[in-house]
């Protein structure tokens, strides 16, 4: 299995992971669907419209499941440039989850 293929299976387990909480992300599901894990996340990332998905998990205590997340993880920094996995950072940190 590629690196691609893995990060797309880690997204769709986050969104599985979600359900548990009564949390449907059904704008993320349909983009999972539509262009696979790494766009998803790089589209994600470029958009500022597209944070109340992550403020739903901030609200949940599930930052941990978030694509920002899987992003700066040290397994699937490859996929994506120093400005992505920053922005990505910098969206984790303003919610303080390096705290």
Known sequence: MSLEEEFDRHLHQLGEATRKHNYIPTYFIRMLEEFGG??????????????????????????????????ISEKFQALFTKEEISEARKRLEDLGYFD
Do not use: H, I, P
């Open 38 to 71: 790494v766009e998803t996340a790089k589209r994600l990332l470029q958009k500022t419209d597209a944070l109340q998905g992550l403020f739903t998990l901030w609200e949940l205590g599930l930052l941990k499941e978030s694509v920002e997340a899987a992003v």
